[in-house]
Structures are given as structure tokens and as C-alpha cells.
């Protein structure tokens, strides 16, 4: 396991970290679906088509929500739906190798509506991004774990670990200190 980093308060010690075994969120109840295609790595296809073309061509007989997927590749990969962002336009390391997207049908589903306004649209680009977000942070290994221990001493003096509590998949630091208020702003060592 890598230890990305660890606080001791009290007679308490929370170790953070890497997740190495953390599941693919494309395998979550994702409101959209993948379509990537690159030469170098193998990204969802949900929608099973064979190029850009094919999604093109299913895109003239259905109504969706489309969003574009960039990528950057430098030291790691980075995926975002809008290609303003530094560093996407660095036209040597990113472009384009995709969309996600989520047919009406599928909305009205969801949010059991009849007729899709624009509120609900937005509201739908809000999960796609947050969707390629945690799929961005998941190829870059940034899925997290903890294990809290209580600090125990034995009679010769030498400390001992006794583990309290443990939980992986979480792709925030921050959401693990959220759920142990005492290790906020708690003095960390780097793993």
C-alpha cells in the first residue's frame, strides 16, 4: 500500500492511502455514456460504435445531450469536457478522443419528467462533467483509503497500532478528515 500521508491526535493515528484496488466508475449507475477512441489506450466504448463516424450517424436519429472529452497526456492523463482549460490547448499532448453523452429517453427516465427544458439540460452537463472528472482522477490513481488506529503502549514502552476503522474509494482527501473533525488542521506527515 502507499502511504500518501498520516496524522497523529491524541491516542489516534489516521493513515491515508493510494486505493489500488478502487472499481472503474464506468461500472457505477453512470447517467452517461463513454465514447472514446484513442490508438494508445483503451477507453469506454457504451455505446459500441466503431469510430467517430458511427456515433455521428446515430446522432442524426436520436436526441441527446453531447458533451466533447479532451484529453491531456503528459506525465498522466487528464480529461475534461472543455478544452479552454490549461493545459488542453497544448496541441502536442491533448485533443479530442470523444464524447459522453446521455439520450433523452434516458433523461426522462432519470428525473421521471415528460419534457426536457433547459434547466434539466444544465443539470445533466453538471453530472456528465462530474462523471469524466472522477473517471480523470481514477486513471490517475487518485482514489483514496484510510485506516484510523488507536496508539497503544505495552509494558516495555513500545507503541502499538490497534486498527478501529477502515474504509477505500474515496476520491477526496478532504471527504476522509471530513469524517474525523479531530484531525482537522492536524500536523501531516507526507507518506
Known amino acids: 500500500m502507499n502511504l500518501i500521508k498520516k496524522a497523529r491526535v491524541g491516542d489516534e493515528e489516521l493513515r491515508i492511502y493510494q486505493d489500488e484496488n478502487a472499481d472503474s466508475p464506468?461500472?457505477?449507475d453512470n447517467l452517461g455514456k463513454?465514447?472514446?477512441?484513442?490508438?494508445?489506450?483503451?477507453?469506454?466504448?457504451?455505446?459500441?460504435?466503431?469510430d467517430p463516424?458511427?456515433?455521428?450517424?446515430w446522432l442524426k436519429e436520436n436526441?441527446?445531450?453531447?458533451?466533447?472529452?479532451?484529453?491531456?497526456?503528459?506525465?498522466?492523463?487528464?480529461?475534461?469536457t472543455d478544452n479552454s482549460e490549461y493545459p488542453f490547448t497544448d496541441s502536442w499532448d491533448s485533443g479530442q478522443v470523444g464524447?459522453?453523452?446521455?439520450?433523452?429517453?434516458?433523461?426522462?427516465k432519470e428525473y421521471s419528467i415528460k419534457r426536457i427544458s433547459k434547466a434539466t439540460i444544465k443539470r445533466v452537463k453538471e453530472v456528465l462533467n462530474g462523471e469524466i472528472k472522477t473517471y480523470s482522477q481514477y486513471l490517475n490513481n487518485e482514489v483514496y483509503g484510510f485506516i484510523l488506529s488507536r496508539i497503544e503502549e505495552c509494558n516495555l514502552g513500545h507503541e502499538h497500532?490497534?486498527?478501529?476503522?477502515?474504509?477505500?474509494?474515496?476520491?477526496?482527501?478532504?471527504?476522509?478528515?471530513?469524517e474525523y473533525p479531530q484531525f482537522k488542521g492536524a500536523e501531516w506527515e507526507s507518506g
Not at 53 to 57: L, V
Not at 63 to 77: D, R, T
Not at 161 to 166: G, R
Open 63 to 80: 436526441k441527446a445531450v453531447v458533451l466533447s472529452v479532451y484529453m491531456y497526456e503528459h506525465s498522466g492523463i487528464a480529461l475534461s
Open 161 to 178: 497500532l490497534t486498527d478501529i476503522d477502515s474504509c477505500w474509494g474515496f476520491y477526496n482527501i478532504d471527504t476522509i478528515i471530513e
Open 53 to 57: 463516424q458511427a456515433f455521428y450517424s
Open 34 to 50: 463513454m465514447v472514446m477512441w484513442h490508438r494508445s489506450y483503451k477507453f469506454p466504448n457504451e455505446g459500441d460504435f466503431k
Open 26 to 28: 464506468r461500472d457505477w
Open 99 to 108: 464524447f459522453i453523452y446521455c439520450d433523452y429517453e434516458t433523461i426522462k
